[in-house]
């Protein structure tokens, strides 16, 4: 198992590499960055897809999820992007487009601020945080970080994903949402490093410094976002310089898994042209 150390933290990484007729002598790479508290599994719909379209994928566990060391928190974003340069200077790639969701558009914000490896980043219904970004809304959190007191694990993980995902598709896909369930107790981080994790978004604010971003920028968000609002995208496009903006009508916080091959489709778009 390959794993890349950061000042003593271990964080455990995978590579999917592009299929033999559509490699490159060289293939770009990809890195994909998780959100809150989630693992691995929520790249499942990207993954293959980009190694299918020719690039070299990099999938890992923030600190404190999966298969990674989970030190004592409350952790930072700047920790967080100082793992992702650790992982990438583990697999050897000069530069690299990065991908990430809600927390993890925040890790790729902070890391293209902060290292010169990223060659491009793709934002993910996330947001610039600080007083500017507009919040969940109470009704969400309460959800997020309330479980009731008889809820059993299960039951727990299906109450705080519920408003991550629109109604209609929730009612549809319960064999899906119990398959991800399972994938969530495999892989997910441990309560106390999701609170971790939620300390460093709960600091983070990227707003006065998006104008030193200077690689191309994609913000893609879906519009009925129950976490983190759609205004959220339209602030980002309005500080980043050279960003497109792909909004996804009825998209959930979740829209890349409810509308995968979309939204998959526009981020592949957007990588062939950087």
């Not at 107790?185 to 309560?191: M, Q, T, V």
């Amino acid at each position: 198992m390959p794993y890349a150390d950061n000042d003593g933290i271990s964080l455990y990484y995978e590579i999917t590499d592009p299929a033999e007729e559509a490699t490159a002598s060289d293939p770009e790479v990809v890195a994909l960055v998780e959100g809150l508290g989630y693992g691995r599994w929520m790249w499942r719909w990207q993954r293959q897809r980009l190694a299918d379209e020719g690039y070299r994928v990099v999938v890992w566990d923030n600190r404190g999820t999966g298969d990674s060391d989970e030190p004592e928190g409350p952790y930072t974003v700047e920790e967080m992007a100082s793992d992702l340069e650790a992982v990438l200077d583990a697999v050897g790639v000069e530069s690299a487009h990065v991908v990430g969701a809600s927390m993890g558009g925040m890790i790729a914000q902070q890391y293209a601020l902060d290292y010169d490896r990223a060659e491009s980043l793709g934002l993910l219904c996330t947001s610039h945080g600080g007083e500017d970004a507009v919040e969940t809304p109470d009704e969400t959190q309460a959800r997020m970080f309330g479980v009731p007191d008889d809820a059993d694990e299960r039951e727990a993980i299906r109450y705080k994903m519920k408003p991550a995902m629109t109604d209609e598709f929730w009612a549809d896909n319960q064999d899906l949402i119990e398959d991800i369930v399972d994938w969530r107790l495999e892989g997910d981080a441990s309560d106390s490093a999701r609170e971790a994790q939620a300390g460093g978004v709960a600091a983070f604010d990227s707003s006065d410094r998006l104008d030193d971003i200077e690689i191309p920028v994609l913000v893609a968000h879906g519009t009925d976002d129950r976490v983190l609002p759609v205004e959220n995208a339209d602030r980002l496009y309005q500080k980043l310089s050279k960003v497109q903006l792909a909004v996804f009508e009825g998209g959930s916080h979740l829209f890349f898994i409810e509308q995968s091959e979309e939204v998959t489709d526009r981020l592949v778009e957007f990588l062939s042209h950087v």
